[in-house]
């Protein structure tokens, strides 16, 4: 267990909707990074935050949106979904945002199906 | 940019054989360099790290080492076990003022008994 949650497990929508996927770090951690991983693109990251500030914008389609809130917990938010978007959506957390290894340690993922 | 290229699988190995995977990146700066693990319907696991050049690092019998002159961070292992049977991942974060991880393609590893 890397001490990282991420809710729901499983989410299945149609197209259009909106999503919301949600992430809690580990105790301790102020960085949280989001990452996709398809069959067709492998794992892309899509953004970052440290301390609820955006740190780093990766692969991240204008349709998707994040944000950190004071508790530290983060959620990405996916709009006017399409079939394409149909992913394993991950949620990593670090120490801090720069400088030294910060090993990122990584959540169960959330499995979006889009039908 | 920043690139990781990964040996591509999948790799079937037999109990007890001896593991490569390889792994070459391309990176500007100082990277950190990572191999995660998955197993099936899980996340990520961080299975190994090294953050400068010639150093090894090891965890459960695997290996890797950051060759600088050749961007590579090949990992190994003696003797695979079935319970080895994962997905592998290469990965690096920049030196530069974000730290968001750069994957390879992953390779599916499956050891027989």
């Known amino acids: ?115 | 940019g920043n690139s990781v290229t990964q040996m591509e699988g999948p790799v079937t190995l037999s109990e007890e054989a001896f593991l490569t995977i390889n792994c070459t990146y391309t990176a500007t700066g100082y990277p950190s360099l990572f191999w995660y693990v998955q197993y099936p319907g899980e996340g990520l696991q961080l299975l190994l790290k090294a953050t400068k050049a010639d150093d090894k690092g090891s965890n459960k019998g695997f290996e890797a080492t950051y060759r600088k002159e050749t961007t590579s961070f090949h990992l190994e292992k003696g003797s695979v076990q079935v319970s080895d049977s994962a997905v592998y991942f290469c990965a690096l974060s920049s030196s530069g003022s974000a730290r968001q991880l750069t994957f390879g393609s992953g390779t599916q590893l499956t050891v027989l008994p």
């Open chain 1, 1 to 115: 267990d890397s001490g990282v949650t991420q809710t729901p497990k499983h989410l299945i929508t149609a197209t259009g909707q909106r999503v919301t996927l949600r992430c809690s770090p580990r105790s301790g951690d102020l960085s949280v990074y989001w990452y996709q991983q398809s069959l067709d693109q492998g794992l892309q990251f899509l953004i970052q935050y440290y301390n609820g500030e955006e740190r780093a914008k990766g692969n991240i389609l204008e349709r998707f949106s994040a944000q950190q809130f004071p508790d530290l917990h983060s959620e990405l938010n996916l709009s006017s979904l399409e079939l394409g978007d149909s992913a394993l959506y991950f949620c990593a957390s670090s120490v801090g945002a720069s400088g030294g290894s910060y090993e990122q340690y990584f959540g169960p993922g959330t499995r979006l199906t889009v039908t």
